[in-house]
């Protein structure tokens, strides 16, 4: 029983990363994500060049030539030409994971330091990983662990330099927004999983910043990248967002479950009440005559629309003989209509506000933007993106990312999230 019992630890001690305490299964694990159908690019860090620089590449399809290798950089010194050079040794290895290994996003203490990996536009302009235009959907997944931040996990998503800031002032670089699609570990809501599409590479609804963009309602845990090899081995999150174009809906999900959010009074909401505005104005524009709050200026192309048909809830708030409040819940939105009766009896809507936004899916109408060339079109990135504010954004272990050129289901996003256990 002694020998049977010795046997049985020392091949269980066999399956254990050095240093660590999980059992993951990382070539199982491999093969469930290089199976799912519509995989464009998945890095997990262990697989490299064979010569020169062994940079990390992507496992991607049969057939496919291009296994996008990811360089290193400090874009503050590439726009700024300020701090020193990123190279692999930036960005420590864990020797564990989902896949057997993770990339470590440090809180760089040097305000001129801010590296990442990255693919540049000259080597992904119109390859699959390009993913663009009409009719195009998509997924990116990662698996990490947040230590802190709610910025950028990876993405298509250069958010330009142009910005009139004093972060700018000394800028050597400018370029315009360049963003396309990428997944964030929460921005407004930190820690959830928030998919990010722009229809133009630049901004929304008249504000500065891009705003189309989802939070799941789970949100993940802030965990020391510095904690006990078995507190990280139990920590691994699974981020993912969806962008599906047949449903006009970016969809966040934490863990294979995506979850309702809303927005209670949008207006108030320091970057979402230009998505209030939007919705206002294109009501504004749909009803006879100018009316008050009304810009005859607004650009209709920045509109916010989303399809309003039978409500799923309704409350009446208050009601005498002439008039009536209510409130509706529809599929994205949340109003109060005021109605009153016209001449003939008839309960007609007189006051329209929006109180309510849905975050997670949010309501997409357009089509990803697609640069008309390489020279106006942005890197893929890992672990930051370029911007002009130069925070220090998501710190934490990456421990493997994918990319899909559809909108995966419920079901896939579920059994890769396992993934992590």
Not at 139 to 160: C, D, K, Y
Not at 168 to 175: C, D, L, Q, R
Not at 347 to 375: F, K, M, Q
């Amino acid at each position: 029983m002694t020998r049977l019992l010795l046997i049985f630890l020392t091949a269980v001690a066999s399956t254990l990363p050095l240093g660590g305490v999980s059992a993951f299964d990382p070539t199982g694990n491999r093969e469930v994500v290089r199976n799912t159908p519509g995989l464009v690019a998945f890095w997990d860090f262990t697989q490299r060049e064979s010569t020169g620089q062994e940079r990390f590449i992507a496992h991607v399809p049969a057939g496919s030539t291009n296994v996008y290798p990811l360089d290193a950089a400090n874009y503050v010194r590439d726009y700024w030409g300020e701090g020193r050079q990123a190279t692999y040794a930036d960005f420590p290895l864990l020797n564990d994971g989902p896949f057997g290994q993770a990339i470590r996003i440090r809180q760089e203490s040097d305000p001129n330091f801010r590296p990442f990996l990255f693919i540049p536009r000259s080597r992904l302009h119109d390859t699959p990983l390009d993913i663009k235009g009409d009719g195009k959907s998509v997924t990116v997944v990662v698996w990490a662990i947040r230590e802190s931040g709610n910025h950028a996990l990876a993405g298509i998503w250069h958010e330009g330099t142009d910005l009139k800031q004093s972060s700018t002032a000394s800028i050597k670089k400018v370029e315009r927004g360049q963003r396309q699609y990428a997944l964030f570990a929460g921005l407004n809501k930190a820690g959830s999983a928030c998919g990010h599409v722009s229809e133009n590479g630049a901004s929304s609804f008249l504000n500065k910043y891009a705003l189309h963009k989802c939070n799941s309602l789970g949100q993940s845990p802030a965990v020391s990248a510095d904690s006990p090899p078995e507190k990280l081995a139990a920590s691994w999150q699974c981020f993912a967002m969806t962008f599906a174009d047949e449903k006009n809906e970016i969809t966040g999900w934490l863990n294979g479950e995506s979850g309702e959010r809303w927005l209670k009074n949008p207006k108030s909401n320091n970057l979402l009440s230009y998505a209030h505005n939007a919705y206002m104005q294109a009501h504004y524009a749909r009803t006879p005559g100018m009316q008050d709050g009304e810009d005859s200026e607004f650009p209709e192309a920045q509109y916010y629309s989303p399809p309003e048909g039978d409500e799923s809830e309704t409350e009446v708030l208050r009601e005498d003989e002439n008039q009536r409040v209510e409130r509706r819940r529809y599929r994205y939105t949340e109003v109060v209509v005021t109605l009153e009766k016209d001449e003939n009896g008839v309960w007609v809507e007189t006051d329209r506000n929006l109180v309510g936004l849905r975050l997670n899916p949010w309501w997409y109408p357009h089509g990803i933007y697609s640069p008309p060339d390489a020279e106006q079109g942005g890197p893929f990135t890992i672990g930051r993106v370029i911007h002009s504010s130069r925070s220090v954004g998501f710190t934490g272990w990456i421990g493997g990312v994918s990319v899909f050129d559809r909108a995966l289901s419920a079901a896939e996003l579920k059994e890769l999230a396992d993934l992590r256990n």
